[in-house]
């Protein structure tokens, strides 16, 4: 039923919440997980005051993203097989099209459940994942702390 299995992450709290879900169904399936991180390539910093350039903030992004990979495959049972990849762009559009290029059966991705005025500011990639992905999302709530 589920040969491939897609694990995003940012690194956040929680991450070790959804790789106890994948982890359990891929042993169940004895299915690939792919561990898949975006460096979020759009601009947060516009001015010169900032202080980062844009060049400094991608590889900002690059090494949380790889840390974020690295630990959400450190969670994983040691008999799960594991793709690892860090891509750039922005997230969901990245999660999208990685799960068809890779063939994905069901992306499972945690959910901090944020409502009202934090989801209009922050967004949520979770919910743009879920609206648009042609395959299955499982969504783990990650408790708030």
């Given at each position: 039923?589920?040969?491939?299995?897609?694990?995003?992450?940012?690194?956040?709290?929680?991450?070790?919440?959804?790789?106890?879900?994948?982890?359990?169904?891929a042993?169940r399936?004895?299915?690939?997980?792919?561990?898949?991180?975006?460096?979020?390539?759009?601009?947060r910093?516009?001015?010169?005051?900032?202080?980062?350039?844009?060049?400094?903030?991608?590889?900002a992004?690059?090494?949380?993203?790889?840390?974020?990979?690295?630990?959400a495959?450190?969670?994983?049972?040691?008999?799960?097989?594991?793709?690892?990849?860090?891509?750039?762009?922005v997230?969901?559009?990245?999660?999208?099209?990685?799960?068809?290029?890779?063939?994905?059966?069901?992306?499972?991705?945690?959910t901090?459940?944020?409502?009202?005025i934090?989801?209009?500011?922050?967004?949520?990639?979770?919910?743009?994942?879920?609206?648009?992905?042609?395959?299955?999302?499982?969504?783990?709530?990650?408790?708030?702390?």
């Amino acid at each position: 039923m589920y040969d491939n299995l897609l694990l995003p992450t940012d690194g956040s709290d929680g991450t070790a919440t959804v790789a106890a879900h994948i982890g359990s169904l891929a042993q169940r399936y004895d299915a690939m997980v792919h561990a898949l991180s975006v460096v979020d390539t759009r601009n947060r910093f516009e001015g010169p005051s900032m202080g980062f350039g844009n060049q400094t903030w991608e590889d900002a992004e690059r090494e949380r993203a790889e840390r974020a990979v690295d630990d959400a495959v450190g969670v994983l049972p040691d008999d799960v097989a594991v793709e690892r990849h860090v891509e750039s762009g922005v997230p969901h559009a990245e999660i999208l099209d990685y799960a068809d290029a890779a063939g994905v059966d069901v992306i499972v991705m945690g959910t901090h459940g944020r409502t009202g005025i934090d989801r209009y500011l922050i967004g949520s990639i979770a919910e743009r994942v879920v609206r648009q992905s042609p395959v299955p999302v499982l969504t783990v709530r990650i408790p708030a702390e």
